[in-house]
């Protein structure tokens, strides 16, 4: 049993998984390589091979393998550490002998000043020496100088001129170069406060700059000026309460360059020189846009021209943006963000294109395109109805805020798209029926019938007559946008042929609840309580012109009907088959027939129809004048040359 061999058998011990945590790799290769910069792409190469190497002379054991470059590791480390501890006494060493020489050196001067001084000395000597050394037993004498010849002295005042004509060159040398260099600091300085002033002259307010109080800014911003008390009750002469976003990027650094000249600082946030897009396209096709600056913004631009420039890119871009947060609540009038343009539709198949474009880009027109009237005058009104939203968001945040709820209250919409839908659906309703009312009246006075039109007033002509008084006392610009801001209304009011019937028409146009768009309301007032027009509503509300015009070519035949009833040189034999019908029919005593007449009024003109003695036919008076002939007869005399 004692030659037994006895083996313990354990188990292979398990992978400690703090040893790949990256805490545990980061002070591995610290204590190991010393530092991350000392760990290389090349030192790491070099070392693989050496690993390679080293495992293929040995006998392939991968037990052994690992156990002996465990140990190597740990050898290393451990004479890693060693060096480390030898380097720490080694830098005690040197500090403690330093220490003493200081030591040293202080008894020494300290018993050196204790003849003169004893008390001064007490507090700098050493323990020990107090105690082994009694005070003022160290002392000093001046020994005796040796004589200096004449030749000496003379050298040594020479040298010690030299020195200080040295010294005095190189003094003024330096106030030479500090005045020179003050003189140009002061030119600088001179040309940087000149255009300082320029840029106030210009009316641009200046300010400190929030993070750099040493440095001016500018305000890329508008002054405003005395406003109505109606609108505004005070003057407000504030800068213009734009959006936090751009309101922030509105101020400038005007920096001193080196030669001077003020540099504008824009900041980071500022992109490019930008500049609002209009334009009239039909199926993708450019017919008219409107004007661009003559050149992009450049540093080599004025300054007073730059800050325009830039306050001029900052504004359109704010308007763009507003535009895009109304065009999401206008898309039932036809308005439609695409492809980063908010487009609406304008007439003849053109619609308006409104983007946001770099300056200096070139457009691509069709020939025989038209002028840029219309897209710059829709530029022009988004910025004036913008800087009237500023103004107006001014004056709302001057008044006494509401009171204080858990949620803020909602940014409004600002009026730019609005007012320009509206004036564009009611300039296109009052054209409409104009052009309808102007072919009836042609058609009427081709059958020697009266028909008189009468425009009473329309909102579209007082933005024309802006010098004219009104109730709003203000400039031109303000008196335009506050009559571009209200709806619009036109009232127009014409006589029917029987001069007994008068109709007044009244438009209006509202893309808000309740009208939706235009409404159309008809009034109508007859002094004839027989015909049929009094039997008709007094106030009648038509919801599009195509109904307007079915109605006003219905009455008209009415009125006509009623007007030829009361003609003496009719027969009268011939009345009315119904008040709601526009014929007359009769029996005929001298030839026992039922003779009729009928009226029609479409948008070709008036017709009538008649059947006599069995015989049918028809007669008509055209809308336009082109279609009108050499020969063209009364209503009255047809009728008296068809019934006998």
């Not at 140990?71 to 480390?77: E, F, I, L, S, V």
């Not at 005095?168 to 030119?187: F, Y």
Request: proline residues 6%; neutral net charge; glycine residues 6%.
């Amino acid at each position: 049993m004692a030659d037994q061999l006895s083996v313990s058998l354990r188990a292979w011990p398990p992978e400690d998984k703090t040893t790949e945590s990256l805490p545990y790799l980061i002070a591995r290769i610290n204590e190991q390589k010393g530092s991350f910069r000392n760990v290389t792409e090349a030192s790491l190469e070099e070392e693989i091979r050496g690993v390679k190497q080293g495992e293929s002379g040995e006998s392939g054991n991968p037990g052994d393998t690992a156990i002996s470059r465990i140990a190597k590791d740990d050898q290393d480390g451990k004479a890693q550490g060693d060096e480390l501890a030898l380097a720490r006494e080694d830098i005690i060493k040197h500090v403690g002998e330093a220490y003493n020489a200081s030591s040293h050196a202080l008894d020494l001067v300290s018993l050196l000043l204790s003849i003169n001084g004893p008390k001064a000395a007490e507090t700098t000597v050493s323990p020990f020496i107090k105690a082994a050394v009694p005070f003022g037993s160290l002392g000093t004498e001046l020994m005796h100088q040796t004589q200096q010849s004449e030749a000496e002295k003379a050298s040594e005042d020479l040298v010690s001129l030299g020195w200080r004509m040295n010294s005095l060159a190189r003094s003024a040398e330096s106030l030479l170069n500090s005045a020179s260099r003050l003189e140009g600091e002061i030119e600088r300085e001179t040309t940087y406060w000149k255009e300082i002033l320029k840029v106030k002259a210009k009316g641009w307010p200046l300010c400190r700059l929030p993070r750099e109080r040493h440095t001016l800014g500018v305000r890329l911003g508008f002054k405003e000026g005395t406003t109505p008390a109606r609108l505004f009750p005070k003057p407000l002469t504030h800068a213009l309460a734009a959006h936090a976003e751009f309101r922030d990027r509105g101020l400038a650094a005007l920096r001193r360059g080196t030669d001077g000249a003020i540099e504008l600082d824009l900041g980071r946030r500022w992109r490019r020189d930008q500049r609002l897009r209009v334009r009239l396209s039909r199926n993708g096709m450019i017919w008219a846009t409107s004007e661009e600056p003559t050149a992009p913004f450049n540093d080599n631009m004025p300054l007073t021209q730059s800050l325009l420039r830039a306050r001029n890119s900052l504004f359109d871009e704010e308007l763009y943006h507003e535009l895009s947060r109304e065009a999401r609540n206008l898309v039932n009038h036809g308005v439609r963000c695409v492809d980063g343009s908010v487009r609406f539709p304008y007439k003849d198949g053109l619609q308006v294109e409104v983007d946001l474009v770099p300056v200096g880009g070139e457009e691509r027109l069709v020939e025989g395109a038209e002028d840029s009237t219309v897209p710059e005058a829709v530029t022009m009104a988004l910025r004036i109805l913008l800087s009237h939203a500023h103004r107006a968001n001014l004056w709302r945040r001057s008044q006494p805020p509401p009171p204080i709820t858990d949620s803020p209250p909602p940014r409004p919409f600002y009026a730019l798209l609005r007012p320009i839908l509206e004036f564009h659906q009611h300039e296109s309703a009052l054209k409409a029926i104009r052009e309808l009312l102007g072919q009836l009246k042609r058609a009427m006075s081709a059958a020697d019938l009266a028909f008189l039109i009468k425009e009473n007033f329309s909102s579209l002509g007082s933005l024309n007559a802006l010098d004219e008084p009104s109730e709003f006392q203000g400039s031109k610009v303000e008196t335009l946008v506050n009559r571009l801001l209200r709806p619009h209304h036109s009232q127009l009011t014409f006589h029917l042929p029987s001069n007994r019937t008068v109709l007044a028409l009244n438009i209006r146009t509202s893309i808000f609840p309740p009208t939706f768009g235009t409404s159309l309301q008809l009034s109508t007032i007859s002094s004839n309580p027989d015909s049929g027009v009094a039997r008709m509503p007094q106030t009648l509300q038509l919801p599009s012109i195509e109904k307007f015009q079915k109605h006003i070519f219905y009455i008209t035949s009415l009125d006509i009907i009623s007007a030829l009833q009361a003609a003496p040189d009719l027969p009268s034999w011939l009345h009315p088959r119904s008040p709601y019908q526009a014929d007359l029919a009769g029996k005929n005593p001298t030839t026992e027939h039922k003779d009729q007449l009928a009226l029609r009024i479409n948008d070709q003109g008036l017709h009538m129809d008649w059947t006599v003695k069995d015989q049918t036919g028809s007669h008509s008076w055209p809308a336009s004048d082109s279609d009108m002939g050499e020969n063209v007869r009364s209503l009255l005399d047809v009728i008296k040359e068809k019934i006998r």
